[in-house]
């Protein structure tokens, strides 16, 4: 944090304490939140001087104190605290001393995390006390196995067997599962996990929750679960108020896997298969990588669901993106999306089923996938965002400078970017935009403000030292280091390949 700036207003990782002589209550509901949601800072010490928009320097009178008093009552009060000595820093500020708190996302299986009996989560800038969904959902989020539950009064006639026997023979067709073209419909079911005995309850045999949802009638399925809904929107039409076309599980009798087939049918056409030339002027195949991205993203929307939650589950594609949304909170975090290092499910049937077929990567691979197609095709890097109630994956069709059409961004401005994407998006100095541009200083200072306003732009070091760059989130930074092997990898194999 830099204090010799204007304070920055909270936000849902950011808040701000008065608690000059002691700890208020709100400190430990806020840590509550954070814990239950997806971290932030607390920072002991400030003071709101206008409402939600400007904060001041009071400082903590006798901060060891106040940290003696913490130390020793938050393990009352706080349920599970992610909270180290580490996390713990004394600022001093002129005259003036704060305290940061860095509070992380407790583990899955630790939440919900009680402040005082209570449950908080943050939303935006506000700590609120749970309500029943939120809580359910917390709940839900320390369960890795939340389609494995066998249904009750749920039998193989509640199965669109027209789609049961396309996956068999989707199977059959693999090497690894030819067994399966001697095997009758009910052991094949069996077999993948959509028909299980009963462990928790009669030893019977039934149909498994994911199963049902994967397979089953849609009629069959809004009995057990009546928020389910899965939804593509194509809004690329902007004579369209709404969208132009609509896949619907609510105008359709659509499961997981006929949704899933059909999208994939239509989201792939929308690739062009565009081609770029190489530094050796050959041509290099995106449309092939861009369909991939797709397709892994949209199985990581259907694959990690939270299918008990009442959000709808939804592919939107625009002008200059596509939209991948799903209920539940990431069971990984976010930074680790796109790369390889983790990867979890709270549906092993679904995953299985996916996996089965030749599509999914319980590696985890498939972030790295969705990365890597976009640097390979030259488009802005794929973003992603996760709360208590969704995860919303966004996959750019478009280059950086482009993705901004309609914000109004002038030709200083674009020129501005010009010059940094020219330079692989490394981060430029003042001088080196105005050399690139030839743009005068009081030009490209103007335009340099607007796109550090619209945050188009971040700005990085101070004084002589200042750079100008693209934003990048932590997990984007991890997944550019993630896949620079790959990318070195993939040119020498298509070096010596290339015809002599």
Known sequence: ?????????????????????????????????????DGGTIILGVTEIEKNSKFGITGVTDPQNTLDIFWSSIDDIISYKTIQNDDVKIVKINEATVIE???DSAPDNKKPVYSHGKIFVRQGATDCKANREQQATLIRQSSDDLDTKVLKNYTIEDLNMADVQ??????????????????????????????????????????????????????????AFPNFQLDYFDKTNPNEQRWSKRISSIEENLNIFSFFEKVTQTITKTISNPFK???????VDTGGDMKVALREALINMLMHADYYGN??????????????????????????????????????????????????????????KIYEAAVTSDLRVPEINTDINKTDLRIWKVAYLNSFEGENIDKNAQLILKSILMAGGSPRSHKEIEKDTELSRALVTNSLNTLLSKEILVKYG???????????????LMAQLQIIPSLIRKAYLASKNAPQ
């Open 1 to 37: 944090m830099n204090y010799s700036k204007q304070l920055p207003i909270e936000n849902e990782h950011r808040e701000y304490k008065q608690n000059t002589k002691g700890l208020t209550k709100d400190l430990w509901e806020t840590i509550s939140a954070f814990e239950n949601t």
């Open 101 to 103: 708190i860095h509070v």
């Open 166 to 223: 396309k996956y068999k023979t989707l199977l059959e067709n693999r090497e690894h599962y030819k067994r399966y073209k001697e095997t009758d419909i009910q052991q094949f079911l069996i077999k993948i996990g959509v028909i299980s005995k009963n462990y928790e309850g009669d030893g019977k045999l039934g149909i498994t929750v994911g199963g049902l949802l994967f397979f089953g009638e849609n009629i069959a399925i809004l009995h």
């Open 277 to 283: 030339l190489d530094k050796d002027l050959r041509r």
């Open 311 to 368: 959000t709808p589950i939804k592919v939107e594609e625009n002008i200059n993106f596509y939209n991948f949304i799903n209920p539940g909170k990431m069971k990984i975090p976010s930074q680790d999306f796109f790369t390889t290092n983790n990867t979890k499910t709270r549906n092993p049937i679904i995953s299985k089923l996916f996996v089965q077929m030749g599509d999914g990567e319980r590696a985890g691979q498939g972030g790295e």
């Open 462 to 476: 101070n004084a002589r030292s200042t750079r100008y760059g693209i934003p990048s989130s932590s997990e984007q």
